[in-house]
């Protein structure tokens, strides 16, 4: 008689049982407390609101690149008051969430105080969702705005070889009778993990993502992953944008371009040694106009002029979901995370 092969169930998870498991993955594998607990609510946030490819789908690859030395687990931020309006932080060569996690107090006070307030984040890695680092401010009736370079792997537009990063942007901004409206997008015709999530499942890509190694279009992901590259969003209009966003969150913060560095001597290593730009503004500085008020008149409109679905509205389903069924993980996906606890 053969033995029927054991297929592991999908599983429930509540948020905090998800960030408890993260954090000890994060632990096991060299990072402090501090930095552990910071990314793993990051990571299972991104997996509670269904964005999947930054979710814990990226776990493995945070655990390759600490292995591998290439990014300091046990960083222990700088923070500098250099203006007024101004915060810069140095990461340490470690994750730029908790950066902005220890910048946050000081930007916030200064965003209130002078209206507006930036922070700029160097010598830091970046391999998550941008709106997480935006909507907490929103939540509390700020607006923010993100930026984030990552590793050369998309053609600028016109150019015959990759260049820029995937480079997102991310924007949050209160609303009088709603969550805060957010957007978040990868600068690229798709982001590197969906890229990743498509060769995984055997999908194809849709026209216009990227090129293979020869420079041909090709809706074939693993063609654009074996020495191929992905194309910007919108052709000159993305490439743009990807522009601005490696002058602000390389060359204004002190970090690196996304084709600055050599991560060649570190197998395993996945995270962009890059820098991060966060713009906070205080509406209520613009006294009288009841700014949340005036977005929420903008959603209204929209709504009116018959959109179904605003960016966010997506997220907010999942996270709705989540929070009435619980977070669900793939049974394997969940072995290998707690093998990972345990490695
Ligand atoms: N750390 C890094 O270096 C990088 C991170 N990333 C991350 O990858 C993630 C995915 O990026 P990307 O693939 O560009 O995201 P998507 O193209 O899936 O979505 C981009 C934005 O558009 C909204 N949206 C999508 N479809 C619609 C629609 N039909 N109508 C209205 N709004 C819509 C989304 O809202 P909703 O969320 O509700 O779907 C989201 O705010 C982002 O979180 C980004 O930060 C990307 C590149 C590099
Ligand atoms: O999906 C992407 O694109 C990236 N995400 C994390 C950092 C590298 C690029």
């Not at 990014?71 to 250099?82: F, I, K, L, S, T």
């Not at 203006?83 to 950066?99: I, L, M, T, W």
Request: aromatic share 6%; with cysteine; hydrophobic share 45%.
């Amino acid at each position: 008689m053969s033995a029927t092969p054991v297929t592991a169930v999908n599983t429930s998870m509540a948020l905090s049982e998800l960030v408890a498991l993260l954090t000890r993955i994060f632990i096991r594998h060299g990072t402090s407390p501090d930095v552990a607990a910071v990314l793993a609510d990051n990571c299972a946030r991104a997996e509670r609101d269904g964005a999947h490819s930054h979710g814990v789908f990226r776990i493995p690859g945070y655990v390759s690149t600490l292995n591998s030395g290439w990014v300091n687990g046990m960083a222990v931020p700088q923070v500098e008051d250099v203006a007024s309006g101004f915060v810069r932080v140095d990461a340490d060569n470690g994750f730029a969430q908790p950066a902005l996690a220890a910048a946050r107090p000081l930007l916030v006070q200064k965003a209130r105080s002078a209206g507006i307030a930036v922070l700029a984040i160097r010598n830091s890695h970046h391999f998550a969702a941008l709106w997480p680092d935006v909507e907490p401010f929103a939540e509390e009736g700020l607006v923010a705005l993100s930026v984030v370079n990552s590793m050369t792997c998309v053609v600028p537009h016109g150019a015959d070889r990759p260049l820029f990063g995937t480079n997102p942007i991310a924007f949050a901004a209160p609303r009088a009778d709603g969550p805060p409206i957010v957007f978040d997008l990868a600068t690229s015709a798709i982001a590197h993990g969906d890229v990743q999530i498509a060769a995984r499942k055997g999908e194809r890509v849709p026209p216009g993502t990227g090129v293979d190694s020869l420079g041909q279009p090709t809706q074939d992901p693993r063609a654009i992953l074996e020495g191929g590259a992905l194309l910007p969003f919108g052709g000159h209009k993305g490439s743009a944008l990807s522009m601005m966003v490696e002058l602000l969150a390389a060359a204004l913060t002190g970090g690196n371009f996304s084709f600055e560095f050599d991560w060649s001597n570190h197998p395993g290593a996945k995270t962009p040694w890059t820098g991060q730009l966060l713009i906070v503004i205080d509406p209520s500085k613009n006294a009288g106009q009841g700014f949340a008020e005036r977005s929420q008149e903008l959603v209204r409109q929209m709504h009116a002029a018959g959109l179904r679905r605003l960016p966010g509205d997506r997220r907010h389903r999942a996270r709705a979901r989540s929070e009435e069924e619980g977070i669900i993980i793939d049974g394997e996906e969940l072995e290998r995370l707690r093998a990972l606890a345990q490695a």
